[in-house]
Each structure stands twice: as C-alpha cells, then as structure tokens.
C-alpha cells in the first residue's frame, strides 16, 4: 500500500545552522506534499508545502524541493534558530482522496 | 475563524468505560478528519468523512470504535470499551474539496485509559 518514509528520526545541529529532512513516497500517483511542524503538546501545522508541478518552493528560510522520478523530497531549514526545534512531518497525498499519508516524524534540535 | 474545535482536551476514565471524543471542524469544510498520535505508531489516519459521509474507515483499528458525523458543524468518534491501550492524542482536522489541500489540525483530546 501507500508509504512514506521519513529520515533521519532525529535531527541536532548548532544554532545557524542549516537542516535537511528528507522523505521517500511509493505512490507515483501522489501529487501534493505538505509539511508540517508540532511544538511540543501542539497540534501540527502547515508549515509549506508543494505540489507535483512545480520541482521547488522557499519561504524565507524554509524550501522544499521535489524530485518525482526518484520519488522523494525534502525540507531545507536556513539560520537554524532554537524556535525551530519540533517535529516535522512529511506527508503526501493524490487528488481525489484527501487522504494524508504521513511520515514517521523527525525531531529536530536546535542546540543554542 | 475559531478553527477546529475539539473536547474534551484531557479525559481520564477506567478500563471498560465509553470514551466520546467531539470535533467541530471549521465552517464550509467538506471534509474530516480523525488521527490517533502516538510514540510508538505517529499519526495514524483512523477515519475521515467527506460532506458527512464515511469515506474510508480502514484506519479504525477494531469494532469498538466508531465514528459519526450528523451534520456538517460536528462530529464523534467513540471507543466502547476503552482499553488501556488506546491511551494517545486523538486529533481532529478539516479541510476544503475546493483546495487548498491543506489539513487543519484541532488542538487534540490527550485520552488516558487506566
């Protein structure tokens, strides 16, 4: 069935820093990738996202980038800052089921 | 917006007892949805609803839960009987058939089954 896989589990890097997530789908048909992060006793938040048509997305300093042959994507984090420690989740979903399957989650630590 | 409205935030009940979880999902949504977070399992898709409708429920783990949703402002999902293993954060989220595709969380109901 369905899977996305997400790596690494954990994450720790100094204050400045930057941060890659990277998550692996199996479903060719999955085309929207959202990406979200959960503060500790939060609910989980958009935090960007991408959709199959396009290979590339910044937001000041978050970017994800797709690579639909391979069938992965990954989260890019700038000028870590402590603020940025959470969990991150990848997700991805096909048009016409709205059904999120998401990765297992990746800690991230952002040593001050 | 109020967004996603979920209660209780906390329930603590014994071993046996029914358990009813609510979700007010955010106005003009068509769909619903309901996760189950753990440690060991992550976030787990147990059911969701489009326009009131049970789309797929293969992510309910066994009978004794199930989920309603009578009208497009709420929704339930119940376990009866609660197992102490059904100890996690259950989490309720909307989204617009229109798009975005976007999944808006509500702020979760911690269940503690002792």
């Known amino acids: 069935g369905e899977n996305v896989e997400q790596h690494p589990s954990t994450l720790s890097v100094q204050e400045g820093d930057s941060a890659v997530i990277k998550c692996t789908y199996s479903d060719s048909a999955s085309n929207y990738f959202p990406w979200y992060k959960q503060e500790l006793g939060k609910r989980p938040q958009l935090i960007i996202d991408?959709?199959?048509?396009?290979g590339e997305k910044k937001d000041q300093r978050i970017a994800v980038t797709l690579n639909k042959t391979a069938k992965h994507f990954s989260l890019h984090i700038t000028e870590t800052q402590p603020e940025d420690s959470a969990v991150y989740f990848c997700?991805?979903?096909?048009?016409?089921?709205?059904?999120?399957?998401f990765g297992t989650g990746t800690r991230l630590k952002v040593l001050a | 917006d109020a967004g996603v409205i979920q209660s209780p935030r906390h329930e603590v009940t014994e071993m046996g007892q029914e358990v009813t979880l609510r979700c007010k999902p955010i106005s003009g949504h068509d769909y619903l949805f309901w996760y189950r977070q753990t440690m060991m399992r992550g976030l787990e898709l147990l059911i969701y609803?489009?326009?009131?409708?049970?789309?797929?429920d293969s992510g309910m783990p066994e009978d004794r839960f199930s989920a309603k949703m009578p009208n497009a402002s709420f929704s339930t999902l119940k376990i009866q009987p609660s197992e102490p293993r059904d100890s996690a954060v259950y989490f309720c989220a909307s989204s617009r058939l229109a798009g975005p595709y976007e999944q808006y969380f509500g702020p979760g109901t911690r269940l503690t089954v002792t």
């Open positions: 609803f489009n326009n009131n409708v049970p789309i797929d």
């Open positions: 991408i959709r199959s048509n396009v």
């Open positions: 997700a991805a979903t096909t048009s016409g089921t709205y059904k999120y399957i």
